[in-house]
Every structure is written in structure tokens, then in C-alpha cells.
């Protein structure tokens, strides 16, 4: 099968490498069928409404408010240039801030138009040990503060499930769904934490979303993909449609070990890729 990876990041971010052109003509070279842009919607606005997200490195995690319109007119021009090679979708990847919804959507509304899908994620908790990135390794000391992972974990799906169950925060699909374990810092108690994710996927299948296999924690310290395997049987479980995202932050890393996670999901018992177009879901046959 021809792959899609809606799932990818350029240098407009400021921490990963390659232009919106480069993914492209890497794309159409190893022949996917979809390249999806994805990249971070920008932080800066939220400062002044979250005064410590100054204690984080904002200015190396997306790009500024400024730059929006660039970075979507650049992907709308492509889009026509390479239509006959391959097919280019326009997203971005949004954080969840509990109660800034309406800040945010103020500035999305303006261009939600023009997106194909929106990539919901939870990079920055807000614990009872204050403010951390989760999966930035300048973090890792936060995590000793805590008197066990599973913590984190819970604030982690509570965090989830306050998005999903947010009326005002725009998701199509959920990326990196167990995030925490990038360090290889696993769950404790597993059935405390699996509790938890059902709990999460239960929100899931309510609302109608889908959910990412991204391989980018078969690069990682963790080195398994998010979610687990065993998350994965319990989305199967519940019928919860799912796609492939690389996660990558240079063009060499698209569409990563696609052809493990294709192999995976059919032994769990998927058939069937969700694809996304003005924000509609449909599907492909894997």
C-alpha cells in the first residue's frame, strides 16, 4: 500500500530540520500517497495569559503568530504545485490549555477554514509540582519530584480528558497517546494507569475522534511506539479509528517503520486507516 503521514514538523518550529519543500519532494520520493503538515500552533500569544509559560523554552517549540499565515499559504501554494504527485494536507498540532480555549480559538477561528485536520496533543502539564514539558529531556528532572511515575501519568490522562471533554477545544485526532513512557519511565502500577486510559478511551469513542500510531518512540529512549500494543488492543476494542504519523523532524524520518506498525495494527485486528480532507474523515484499506 501507499502510505500517509499526517503527522510531521519543519524548520518553521524551530527545533526540527527541513522545509515545508524538502518533506515534500522526500515524500513524493519514497511514494506516499499523503504528506500531512502538522506543525506546531504557535505559544507566544498565551504568555500573557499563562505568565509561566515563560519558565519553558517557548521560543524553540513553534512558530510565532506571525509566521501562521506564511507557513499556510506556503503549504496552500504546494498543495496546487505538486497536486498531480502527491496529495498535501494542511494541519497543525494544538496544545490543550484548561480554560484559554477561547484565547486560543480566536486565532484559530480565522484559518479553520482552511485546515484539513487538527492534531490535539498535551506536551505541558501543569502538576502539582508546577509547570513541565513532559518529553523535553530538560525536564527529566521534574520527573524526581514526584513519588512515583504513575503521578504523572494521571495528570497526564486527567489533562486528556479535560481536552475531549472541552466543548470549545477543536480535535480530530489525539497524537502520542501514552507520551510519558519517552524516557522509558513505565507505568507502576499498570492497572492503576490502564484505568485511567480506558477511562480516556471511553471519552474517545464518545466524541467521535481518532487516534495516532506515531511512531516516533521507536526513535526514542522508549523505543516502542505510542501508544503500546496493548493500548492499541483496547482501541480495538472499542472500535476507535486510527492513522499513521511519523512524527518527524527531518525529512529522512517520514513515514518511519510504517510497514512494522501496518504489520501490528492487522494483528490487532485493524483494517482500515482513517484520511482526513476539509476535516472529514474517511477511510483506506490497509
Given at each position: 500500500?501507499?502510505?500517509?503521514?499526517?503527522?510531521?514538523?519543519?524548520?518553521?518550529?524551530r527545533h526540527a530540520i527541513g522545509t515545508v519543500d524538502q518533506y515534500i519532494n522526500r515524500a513524493i520520493k519514497i511514494d506516499l500517497n499523503v504528506i500531512g503538515f502538522s506543525d506546531h500552533f504557535p505559544y507566544d500569544f498565551l504568555l500573557e495569559h499563562i505568565p509561566s509559560l515563560k519558565k519553558l523554552p517557548y521560543r524553540d517549540m513553534a512558530m510565532t503568530l506571525m509566521e501562521v499565515e506564511e507557513y499556510i499559504k506556503s503549504v496552500e501554494n504546494l498543495k496546487a504545485l505538486y497536486?498531480?504527485?502527491i496529495q498535501i494536507r494542511l494541519g497543525f498540532e494544538i496544545d490543550y490549555f484548561e480554560t484559554k480555549e477561547q484565547i486560543l480559538n480566536n486565532h484559530l477561528n480565522k484559518i479553520i477554514g482552511r485546515l484539513d485536520y487538527i492534531l490535539s496533543s498535551v506536551h505541558i502539564l501543569f502538576g502539582k509540582y508546577g509547570i513541565f514539558l513532559i518529553d523535553d529531556i530538560r525536564s527529566i528532572k521534574h520527573y524526581e519530584l514526584y513519588n512515583s511515575i504513575d503521578e504523572i501519568y494521571l495528570e497526564y490522562y486527567q489533562s486528556i480528558q479535560n481536552m475531549i471533554n472541552s466543548k470549545k477545544h477543536y480535535i480530530d485526532i489525539l497524537t502520542h497517546f501514552d507520551l510519558p513512557k519517552k524516557f522509558d519511565k513505565r507505568a507502576e502500577d499498570k492497572e492503576l494507569v490502564m484505568n485511567e486510559v480506558i477511562k480516556t478511551l471511553e471519552l474517545v469513542k464518545?466524541?467521535?475522534?481518532?487516534?495516532?500510531?506515531?511512531?516516533?518512540?521507536?526513535?526514542?529512549?522508549?523505543?516502542?511506539?505510542?501508544?503500546?500494543?496493548?493500548?492499541?488492543?483496547?482501541?480495538?476494542?472499542?472500535d476507535i479509528p486510527v492513522l499513521l504519523g511519523s512524527d518527524a523532524h527531518h525529512p529522512s524520518e517520514l513515514a518511519?517503520?510504517?510497514?512494522?506498525?501496518?504489520?501490528?495494527?492487522?494483528?490487532?485486528?485493524?483494517?482500515?486507516?482513517?484520511?482526513y480532507n476539509k476535516r472529514k474523515r474517511t477511510f483506506i484499506e490497509i
Open positions: 500500500m501507499k502510505y500517509e503521514d499526517w503527522h510531521t514538523h519543519n524548520s518553521l518550529c497536486h498531480d504527485k464518545k466524541r467521535n475522534l481518532t487516534i495516532e500510531v506515531n511512531t516516533s518512540g521507536l526513535r526514542k529512549r522508549v523505543k516502542e511506539q505510542y501508544p503500546s500494543e496493548e493500548i492499541l488492543q483496547k482501541m480495538f476494542e472499542f518511519d517503520r510504517f510497514g512494522k506498525m501496518v504489520k501490528l495494527l492487522k494483528r490487532v485486528g485493524y483494517n482500515q486507516l482513517a484520511h
